[in-house]
């Protein structure tokens, strides 16, 4: 069974920095292109980012420059860097595995998503 676990999150305050991380079991995980997204309160699931199984990466417009997607494959091991943080970053982030070999075509479309660690943004 495919499993992700998520780690990292808490309370920062706006312009500080978090490192999260996903470690992945029950598959191959350096075969997969690995993605992050995130839902606020009342907000539709988002997209973050992803990095492919070669180590290339993208992210949406809204936290690029911010955050850095790496992964560590010896470890199973998927992290997000959370530079310059705002308060509209605020959000549940998962760890999700899709299909696709890149950027998921729909959000929701996951093989196997983690239950997530919360992020908060706050002064």
Partial sequence: ???L????GGLVQPGGSLRLSCVGSGFTFREHALTWVRQAPGKALEWVGTINNSGKNTYAESVKGRFTISRDDDKNTLYLQLNSLKTDDTAMYYCAVYASTWVP???????????GTQVTVSS
């Fill in 1 to 3: 069974e495919m499993q």
């Fill in 5 to 8: 676990v998520e780690s990292g």
């Fill in 105 to 115: 075509k729909a959000v929701y479309t996951y093989i196997a998503r983690g239950q």
